[in-house]
């Protein structure tokens, strides 16, 4: 059987916690920010954890997640 690719985009985009949830940060952050708001922006730099439904699929394409 062939080796299982990984899928390098979302390996450098996403972080497994130790209790098996996956993290990412916001989009929206690099640029046009002039017209955003403080607190738009300090809630923007919190990092957010992946919907449960879509959690599954992102497993699916990281196979050796650990």
Do not use: E
């Not at 990984?6 to 130790?18: A, E, G, H, W």
């Amino acid at each position: 059987m062939y080796k299982l690719k990984t899928n390098k985009s979302i390996n450098k985009r996403f972080k497994l916690t130790s209790s098996s949830k996956l993290l990412k940060h916001s989009a929206g952050k690099s640029h046009l920010l002039q017209k955003k708001s403080a607190n738009r922006k300090r809630k923007l730099r919190r990092v957010k954890l992946v919907n449960s439904s879509d959690q599954f699929n992102f497993i699916k394409v990281l196979p050796y997640l650990k």
